[in-house]
């Protein structure tokens, strides 16, 4: 089973309508290059289905989103969305100066979500985390 099948197999079993609209938008999403604002979705899919209008897709990212099907992300003070990944979680790293995204491992904030709970005894929801900053390759070019 592909992991678009699965998706839909837990969308179908969590009883969520699986309209022709939802399901453009969820392939259009799977499809993208990347991360996709709302307004790249609906452009999109917006070639197979005129007739979509962007309230559906945004309602539609909101569904998939709550239902962990999609992640969110903050790139440019505007949110974009990609596919979960199968099995792992990734977290991610955006330059403030190019827009760049780089994907961050879980392990990798462990060590932050351990500090937390023993310094402050807060237990840390790092399931969609974002950290923003500027990349290797602007700090480079801006000498």
Known sequence: MTHHES???ELKAAGVRL??????????IAE?????????????AKQAYPYLDVA???????LLKRLNVV???DIGHRLH????????????????????????APRQLESLRQRLEHE??????LDHFTVTGV????VARAG
Do not use: K, W
Request: proline fraction near 3%; charged fraction near 20%.
């Open 7 to 9: 998706v839909l197999a």
């Open 19 to 28: 309209t022709p609209q939802r399901l453009l938008v969820l392939q259009t």
């Open 32 to 44: 993208a290059p990347g991360h996709a604002s709302v307004e790249d979705i609906h452009r999109r």
């Open 56 to 62: 559906t897709v945004y309602r539609t990212v909101q």
């Open 71 to 73: 992640t969110e992300i």
């Open 81 to 104: 969305y990609e596919m979960a990944a199968e099995g792992a979680r990734h977290h991610h790293m955006v330059c403030d100066e190019c827009g760049g995204t780089y994907d961050l």
């Open 120 to 125: 402050f005894g807060f237990r840390a929801n």
């Open 135 to 138: 990349c290797a390759a602007c």
